[in-house]
């Protein structure tokens, strides 16, 4: 079993940044591919950036590519997604994910189902 918490979210304005923060527990191999969401109301789920923690190979949705870095700390069990240039539309709550297994970071990030998902944090951005 993996549990998987959010931290990290707040309000800040457009052009500011904020570090997102999963906390991992359970076994390393529950969790191969880990990413983040996002979704925003009234709109549907959109995959943000995915990282394989074996190799650190990532993959970035257009929308937040060279403004969103997605990490790993191994030794702390922790993922990060560093946001940059924050903009109104990046307003929504981001949720932690990850798969057992990962055959392709793009259907990862592309396809709704995930193994585990943490509980969210709220990012808003305002003009």
């Known amino acids: 079993q993996v549990r998987l918490v959010e931290s990290g979210g707040g309000s800040v304005q457009a052009g500011g940044s904020l570090r997102l923060s999963c906390a991992a527990s359970g076994s390393t191999s529950n969790r191969r591919c880990m990413g983040w969401f996002r979704q925003a109301p009234g709109k549907e789920r959109e995959g943000v950036a995915a990282i394989d923690t074996h190799y650190s190979y990532t993959y970035y949705a257009d929308s937040v590519k060279g403004r969103f870095t997605i990490s790993q700390d191994n030794a702390k069990n922790t993922l990060y997604m560093q946001m940059n240039n924050l903009k109104p539309e990046d307003t929504a709550m981001y949720y932690c994910?990850?798969?057992?297994?990962?055959?392709?970071?793009?259907?990862?990030?592309?396809?709704?189902?995930?193994?585990?998902w943490g509980q969210g944090t709220q990012v808003t951005v305002s003009s």
């Open positions: 994910a990850a798969d057992t297994s990962c055959s392709s970071l793009y259907s990862f990030l592309s396809t709704g189902r995930r193994d585990y």
